[in-house]
């Protein structure tokens, strides 16, 4: 994704208002390229289970939010993902960061091309 998605675009209305104001929070001013729905969980202290993932691209970074009692609020350089790999076989994006919250989320293989193209997006410029 070459151009910042457009405040009013429907993928930030299925991103919900609190995950929002989340990334918000993380991003500053930055633009989001792409907002992505993982088919992962993360622990956030609920007692219905885990909250559902989400993953939002800056130009430099990757944020990594799920809601909850404890919400889960990351962002990682994108050069620290610069090894990570899609796993055809698990439908996993595997990130190769120490600092990352959750090693590997489920994708598709589309949204894991257009995830994989965001993180090395950098080493094209």
């Known amino acids: 994704m070459t151009t910042p998605l457009p405040s009013e675009s429907p993928v930030w209305r299925m991103l919900g208002s609190k995950r929002r104001e989340l990334v918000n929070r993380v991003?500053?001013?930055?633009?989001?390229?792409?907002?992505?729905r993982t088919g992962s969980r993360a622990d956030t202290g609920s007692w219905f289970g885990g909250r559902r993932v989400w993953?939002?691209?800056?130009?430099?970074?990757?944020?990594?939010?799920?809601?909850?009692p404890r919400p889960l609020c990351q962002k990682i350089p994108l050069v620290e993902l610069t090894q990570t790999q899609y796993n055809v076989v698990t439908d996993e994006v595997v990130f190769a960061s120490a600092d990352v919250p959750l090693q590997q989320v489920r994708?598709?293989?589309?949204?894991?091309?257009?995830?994989?193209?965001?993180?090395?997006r950098r080493e094209r410029c």
């Not at 894991?112 to 090395?120: D, E, G, P, S, T």
């Open 55 to 68: 993953l939002a691209f800056t130009l430099d970074a990757m944020v990594m939010v799920a809601t909850g």
């Open 27 to 36: 991003i500053a001013s930055a633009e989001v390229y792409l907002l992505e």
């Open 107 to 120: 994708l598709s293989f589309l949204a894991a091309a257009r995830v994989l193209a965001q993180i090395r």
